[in-house]
């Protein structure tokens, strides 16, 4: 058994299509009016599926931070085109693959967390909001991820149209090195969302979670896998709402489909360690 692999996926079956697929035993979806401890707790015990927290931002303190945000320019990922995000707001580790690339992600890490703060100033930011809320709930807290060089960034915004092909995030296909220096039990995403919308802008889930070998042949090359007819049909499918967080289980194969609109979002990640270590974050 792979140590790195989650707790909360066991149970480790064969499956029929390819043999080391790995599954999450739940697509339970809860809905909850804040964070808080326990709803947290069963999300990484494998319990739940997907955690809901409907008008986690209010509208208007949306709408000042969009009018702000919304005078940058959209961008591509440095190396994933048609996966957009915004200059100046940060840059995702997933873009990180040399040592310039290291360079500038860390370089960029205050600048675009006070960019961000800045633009939904005088309010408090969604994101500062989640910050604030992980580390006041989870016993041990909550911080910024370090690896080493120090502070990570949090806070990416997403903006795209594309669809965003079905993928996995696992921090060590990112940062091999984090294999020796971590023992982490699973890695969550969570999104508050911005702009959706009034067509596509879905969120895809699988209780999927796929090994490094067959994760790199699917995806042959591309971030995600292009081809999802190779995969079978997600188990949930949700339209977030404007203000809405999600926090889902990011090991496990997730995709967006195709936006009528822009759609836009602000998004970390959240590494668990197990209830007696704090939780980390980064994006
Ligand atoms: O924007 C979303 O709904 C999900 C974004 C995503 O793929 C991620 O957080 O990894």
Not at 90 to 98: F, L, P, S, T, W
Request: charged share 25%; aromatic share 10%; net charge positive.
């Amino acid at each position: 058994m792979n140590k790195l692999l989650p707790k909360i996926i066991e149970p480790r079956f064969l499956n029929t299509i390819i043999k080391s697929r790995t599954y999450l035993p739940t697509t339970e979806i809860i809905r909850v009016d804040s964070l808080n401890y326990q709803c947290l707790c069963d999300f990484f015990d494998g319990k739940i599926f997907v955690l809901r927290v409907p008008k986690f931002c209010d509208n208007n303190i949306i709408k000042h931070g969009l009018k702000n945000i919304q005078k940058h320019e959209i961008i591509d990922y440095s190396n994933v085109v048609e996966v957009g995000k915004i200059r100046d707001l940060g840059m995702a580790y997933y873009e990180v693959k040399d040592r310039p690339s290291k360079n500038l992600y860390y370089e960029q890490v205050t600048t675009s967390i006070n960019a961000l703060r800045k633009a939904f100033c005088p309010f408090l930011s969604p994101i500062d909001k989640i910050r604030l809320l992980l580390d006041e709930q989870w016993e041990r807290g909550a911080s910024r991820l370090n690896l080493g060089g120090g502070n990570m960034f949090v806070g990416l915004m997403r903006a795209s149209e594309e669809e965003l092909f079905p993928h996995e995030d696992k921090l060590e296909r990112d940062d091999r090195n984090v294999i020796s220096k971590f023992n982490y039990m699973t890695q969550a995403a969570f999104n508050c969302y911005l702009k959706i919308p009034e067509t596509g802008g879905a969120l895809q889930l699988w209780n999927t979670s796929l090994e490094d070998d067959e994760y790199k042949i699917l995806s042959d090359g591309c971030y995600g896998i292009k081809n999802k007819s190779l995969l079978p049909p997600p188990v949930v499918t949700i339209y977030p709402e404007v203000g809405e967080l999600i926090i889902f289980h990011s090991r496990c194969l997730h995709a967006i489909t195709k936006s009528s609109k822009t759609r836009i979002g602000v998004s970390g990640f959240i590494l668990y360690q197990g209830k007696e270590k704090p939780l980390h974050l980064w994006s």
